[in-house]
């Protein structure tokens, strides 16, 4: 039983009501939705709020298992019922006030100056609903970009085995890679089920995966991907599936490596039921091949998009998988949305058509290499330590993100807190450089380095202790 002051201090601040199961798991969301119940935040026993609004505890039971299923909270044995980290009725990546004059680096956006123009076909046919699920136009360049991109791949046997599995897989147009994913979960999970993640991951997909009642398994990420030992954690847990991100991980930068990707597979072998999702939504601003752990179960999926490299909202990509997983995301698909509008395929197999685009996406990578490179190397002067070995942005480990990001606003920078993102793993901030511009990142290196309260005795000190740490690494 709560004790009576903790029940006086709940009930003023919710004022929750019902006499009714979806009455009161409504008002629970509710106050979820608004920012009043905080993730981690106890609800009453059963019997306490039963009592409390004069109904059965069978009701608040009902209203209970409601809101587990729709992922807004989770049951902790002796710690009650409380109320998700991620609940799925609200998402964490929260808009704050932006000072005026203050230097956006926390959308996470591509440079529009680095997208190439897209042009709009001179004619589409949209007079009935009897179309293939992939345009012949956008299949063939997709078949000649993926081939391309396959075909720098060193003569290994896994990168051998994945270009042979992406070669012959049936390409399923998708509204964007999140979709993908929501759509592989939807025809292969049910509630309660977990699935392994990258930790820190996209913030997009932790919301994703509480809306529909599915449990985040985390595996630590390091410049070479998900860490082994956790992967094995989160398999021995159940996880049902796991989703990596083979390059230009959101938001650490992460590149799954030729000897990680090895450890992963090995790990797998033992799972052969378990879903394998890949997300490669940075191809086309990485260098090199994708490391793809595809075709070790007997489910999998690799997905392809276009947000990054051609713009985010065109909103869409590709699905490559086994028959089975292809098929399930196909006949949904069907029953809702029926296909990818052509209109969207053909602007998308225009562009990857062009070959003055691949010019425009050559300077894009190499642009925010440099600009990786460059942010890492003053933090590094500074004694900060960062990660960002692809994509757009750099993670930034501080000891009180909080403090980071409201320090940095104050100071004219607005940047991602690590909340948004992290689910154990230690704190941080996402710094997006798609749009920073090279003379401006030591005056952000010198806001940040204030907003942290180090000294110039600090920084060596910290840098110090960096060395140290990387010799332990390495050794």
Known sequence: MWIVSEQSVWWERYKLVGAGA????????????????????????????????????????????????????????????????????????????????????????????????????????????????????????????????????????????????????????????????????????????????????????????????????????????????????????????????????????????????????????????????????????????????????RQWAYLYSASKSYGPDLRIAVLLGDSDSTDRVAGQLRHTARRVPGLMQEVWATALADEGHDEVLARATQSYADKRAALINELARRGIRAHGASGLNVWIPVPDETAAATGLLARGWAVAPGSWFRIRSEPGIRVTVARLREDEVGELVEALAGALGLSADGARGARRRADADDRVETV
């Open 22 to 297: 979806s009455e009161i798991a409504s008002g629970v969301e509710t106050a979820v939705t608004a920012g009043l119940l905080n993730p981690g935040e106890a609800l009453p026993p059963v019997r306490d709020l039963a009592e409390r609004l004069g109904v059965n505890p069978n009701t608040v039971a009902a209203a209970y298992r409601a809101l587990r299923d729709r992922g807004t909270v989770e049951t902790r044995g002796r710690a009650g019922t409380r109320v998700r980290e991620r609940p799925g009725t609200s998402t964490r990546q929260r808009p704050y006030a932006m000072p005026a004059g203050a230097r956006d680096l926390a959308s996470g956006e591509p440079d529009v100056d680095l997208l190439p123009d897209l042009a709009l076909p001179t004619h589409i046919d949209a007079s009935r609903y009897g179309y293939a699920s992939i345009e012949s136009a956008l299949e063939e360049q997709l078949r000649r970009r993926l081939t391309r991109n396959f075909a720098e791949a060193e003569p290994d046997q896994a990168s051998i085995e994945s270009a042979e599995l992406i070669a012959q897989a049936r390409p399923l147009p998708v509204f964007g890679a999140l979709d993908g994913i929501d759509r592989l979960l939807a025809t292969h999970t049910r509630p309660g089920d977990k699935v392994a993640v990258e930790d820190p991951c996209w913030g997009n997909l932790l919301d994703l995966l509480a809306s529909r009642g599915l449990t985040a398994q985390p595996m630590r990420v390091d410049d070479e991907g998900p860490d082994p030992v956790d992967l094995r954690g989160a398999l021995a847990a159940g996880a049902r599936a796991v989703i990596v991100t083979t390059r230009a991980q959101n938001p650490y930068g992460a590149v799954v490596s030729a000897r990680r990707c090895a450890m992963l597979r090995s790990i797998l072998e033992a799972h052969p039921d378990v879903l394998t999702i890949e997300d490669d939504h940075g191809a086309d601003l990485t260098p090199g091949v994708p490391r793809l752990l595809g075709g070790v179960t």
